[in-house]
Nanobody
Framework: QVQLVESGGGLVQAGGSLRLSCAASGNTLGITAVGWYRQAPDSQRELVARIIGRGRSDYSDSVKGRFIISRNNDWKTVYLQMNSLKAEDTAVYYC?????????WGQGTQVTVSS
């Protein structure tokens, strides 16, 4: 089992920056991918960014060039640096750790961008 706790969300003006963190506890030996997803009101949860394996990173088109995902070498912490934030980035952001068989989710952290 893996437990995830996100932090770093909040209210920011458009054009500003935030850094989200996700701390994992429990057995992370089988983790093969880590990522961030978000869900805005009345919308489905969507992928924001993820790291697969030893370093391949994927980003949604909407955040490419503005957000950067990174992780510690021990796979215990993952970050999302969010720059040039826009109102449409407003959502609850969820951390995800995945193994071959399981997906683990954090409780989510609210990011609100005022225009």
């Amino acid at each position: 089992q893996v437990q995830l706790v996100e932090s770093g969300g909040g209210l920011v003006q458009a054009g500003g920056s935030l850094r989200l963190s996700c701390a994992a506890s429990g057995n992370t030996l089988g983790i093969t991918a880590v990522g961030w997803y978000r869900q805005a009101p009345d919308s489905q949860r969507e992928l924001v960014a993820r790291i697969i394996g030893r370093g391949r990173s994927d980003y949604s088109d909407s955040v490419k060039g503005r957000f950067i995902i990174s992780r510690n070498n021990d796979w215990k912490t993952v970050y999302l640096q969010m720059n040039s934030l826009k109102a449409e980035d407003t959502a609850v952001y969820y951390c995800n750790f995945a193994t071959i068989r399981d997906n683990y989710w954090g409780q989510g952290t609210q990011v609100t961008v005022s225009s």
